[in-house]
């Protein structure tokens, strides 16, 4: 069964510090993978994605991803952290071989930036 | 995402009550999904919906329903709302048209904050 998971409830840091916001994954087959991002009182918004080709994969504000195929991860950074990027991240997976369409997203990490 | 509405944003509701939420989408999507927030939980998948005769019941249907009365338009019911259906439910849409890796970005409205009393 597919299965995504996100192991830390929040991450704190420091305005202007690298972030990181890690995803792991379980799938049959190659994955592929998303991060959405939700600000408060909204809805998810898109960031990135990891289909295929390079490892590492640049998205929106700024943030870019690395796909692990070994560690089966696939962790959310960016080098200079904003106070406006504090947030709820979700990574989500969808089974490359699948026959449906579902994509099934980790339980979220809150990023907070202090300044 | 202005494209995909939700109505209403809040409500509050009583144990028992039969409740619909509505969404739209002037995106001209295909595929119509419901979920629901809880946190810690993350998003799970209450029904989808490929095109308007296709139907499907995601991992957490028991105690919903849906209607897709046209593309543009997904419905989500509480027949008969109960306390732990208290939780924020987001409408998203993709296309397929947008084919290859496209079909799987999802775009969601901004929610539905719903509590059973």
């Known amino acids: 069964a597919q299965s995504v998971a996100q192991p830390e409830d929040q991450v704190n840091v420091a305005e202007g510090n690298p972030l990181t916001v890690k995803c792991t994954y379980s799938v049959s087959g190659n994955p592929y993978l998303f991060w959405y991002v939700q600000y408060p009182n909204r809805g998810l918004q898109f960031l990135l994605k990891y289909i295929t080709g390079d490892n590492l994969v640049k998205g929106s504000y700024g943030f870019e991803a690395e796909f692990n195929k070994s560690q089966t991860s696939f962790h959310l950074k960016k080098p200079s952290a904003l106070v406006s990027d504090s947030a709820l991240y979700f990574c989500?997976?969808?089974?490359?071989?699948?026959?449906?369409?579902?994509?099934?997203f980790g339980t979220g990490t809150l990023l907070a930036v202090q300044p | 995402d202005a494209d995909v509405t939700q109505t209403p944003r809040n409500r509050i509701t009583k144990t028992g009550k039969r409740i619909m939420l509505e969404c739209s989408q002037t995106?001209?999507?295909?595929?119509m999904y419901w979920y629901r927030q809880d946190p810690g939980l993350g998003l799970r998948l209450i029904y989808y919906s490929f095109d308007v005769k296709d139907i499907n019941k995601g991992e957490i249907s028991d105690g919903y329903s849906v209607s897709r009365q046209a593309q543009a338009k997904f419905s989500l019911s509480l027949e008969s709302a109960i306390p732990n259906q208290t939780a924020l439910y987001f409408c998203?849409?993709?296309?397929?048209?947008?084919?290859?890796?496209?079909?799987?970005?999802?775009?969601f409205g901004p929610g539905t904050r719903l509590t059973v009393l």
């Open positions: 995106k001209g999507h295909d595929r």
């Open positions: 989500a997976v969808r089974d490359r071989g699948g026959a449906t369409n579902k994509l099934i």
């Open positions: 998203a849409t993709s296309d397929i048209r947008a084919g290859g890796t496209r079909e799987h970005e999802q775009f």
